[in-house]
């Protein structure tokens, strides 16, 4: 099996895979040391062919997989694609359409709420597969016979996959649904990496709106700077110290350097400066324009209950047609449904409301009791 290398051999297999109605896809990539994940190995397999581009080669420029990526007569087949599209979206600049994520259709068909793909190639074709090249280091060259035949393996049998899963989807009416999930999954919100939304990937250990203030500045400078260093945030700075700093206000370097999760000397660093000054304009803020803290507001009078009620009614649900909880809908879902007949979540629209969400508000509104019957929980239709 001969690796992709050049621009000119990877245009003429773009060529040939952009014949097909669908090709199937998956790529390796490092990120372990970097914001930005480094693109290190693509797989691509038509019905006809598979191969193997070394994203790496000085030789190569990527133009030809971005354009097929971007054609809208070939169907991307992916398995758990997020990581894949955002990898594109960040080097080529656009979003892979139209798409179809086997693992999110093998939650629909009821194959669990996050299988994985080796247990689904091994359901749907008999196939065991090698996982032993899973963690390998696919920016280390040359790549080993294991790692081509491993990351082949990723795309050839995922062209059975998507054969089996597309045929269940047919059979059960549930095409539709996956199409819906995969218009979310393109997205370009789902992969916004904006600074000023950073502070929603921490958790919220900040009582007063001033700290909440604090916290939302720093992490997004801690964001800003990542992405411009392409470091994990953790290298710039850990998520305790923006706590703690959000906590404390430090307003000049002897503060800053007093604070627990701090390293020795940094207070005296060009970062230490821009954090120092995030701090500022935090405080500088007029108090009416300082951030609500998010409150988790508990359950209004009975409404505990019947939170536990709807978990019991989508268990059933689940089991009953086939469809893993976690894609009908979330603990989240379950309250907000708890607490408002009109809440705007995914349980109340498209394919779930019908599936789960009418079901759910006849419960509520006491159309419907559930009851036991032969070990199974049953709904039961009340006059």
């Avoid at 990539?29 to 691509?44: A, D, G, H, N, S």
Wanted: proline content about 5%; charged content about 30%.
């Amino acid at each position: 099996m001969s690796i992709i290398t050049t621009t000119t051999e990877l245009v003429a297999a773009c060529r040939r895979l952009s014949r097909f109605d669908f090709v199937t896809v998956d790529t390796e990539f490092m990120r372990e040391t970097t914001y930005w994940p480094k693109l290190c190995v693509i797989q691509i397999a038509s019905p006809e062919e598979a191969v193997i581009v070394d994203a790496m080669a000085p030789e190569i420029e990527l133009d030809a997989f971005f354009r097929l990526m971007g054609n809208e007569k070939v169907l991307k087949v992916f398995h758990a694609a997020r990581q894949d599209i955002e990898i594109v979206h960040h080097l080529g600049g656009l979003i892979p359409h139209p798409v179809f994520d086997t693992q999110v259709a093998a939650m629909v068909c009821g194959f669990g709420d996050s299988v994985s793909y080796d247990q689904l190639v091994g359901k749907l074709t008999g196939a065991r597969l090698d996982k032993s090249s899973r963690f390998t280091d696919w920016a280390r060259r040359p790549l080993s016979e294991r790692q081509i035949e491993y990351a082949l393996a990723d795309v050839t049998h995922l062209r059975d996959v998507y054969a089996a899963l597309s045929q269940r989807l047919a059979e059960q009416k549930r095409t539709e649904w996956v199409r819906e999930e995969m218009e979310v999954l393109t997205s370009p919100d789902t992969y916004s990496m904006e600074p000023e939304e950073a502070w929603k990937r921490l958790k919220l250990r900040v009582r007063k709106p001033i700290e909440l203030a604090i916290l939302q500045e720093v992490a997004a400078w801690r964001e800003r700077e990542a992405q411009a260093r392409d470091v994990p945030r953790g290298r710039v700075i850990k998520d305790d110290a923006i706590y703690e700093i959000a906590q404390q206000q430090p307003t000049s370097a002897a503060a800053l350097g007093q604070l627990r999760t701090i390293p020795r000397g940094f207070e005296r660093s060009r970062p230490a400066e821009e954090i120092l000054a995030a701090v500022r304009r935090a405080l500088a803020l007029p108090r009416d324009q300082l951030p609500r803290i998010p409150k988790h507001r508990p359950p209004m009078n009975g409404t505990g209950a019947a939170v536990d009620l709807l978990k019991v009614l989508l268990k059933m649900i689940s089991e009953s047609h086939g469809v893993a909880a976690k894609v009908i809908a979330t603990v989240d879902d379950l309250e907000a449904l708890a607490n408002d007949d009109s809440a705007d979540v995914p349980a109340l629209h498209g394919w779930r409301r019908e599936l789960f969400g009418e079901t759910a508000l006849k419960l509520k509104r006491g159309g419907l009791a559930l009851a036991v019957s032969d070990n199974h929980v049953v709904a039961v239709e009340r006059g």
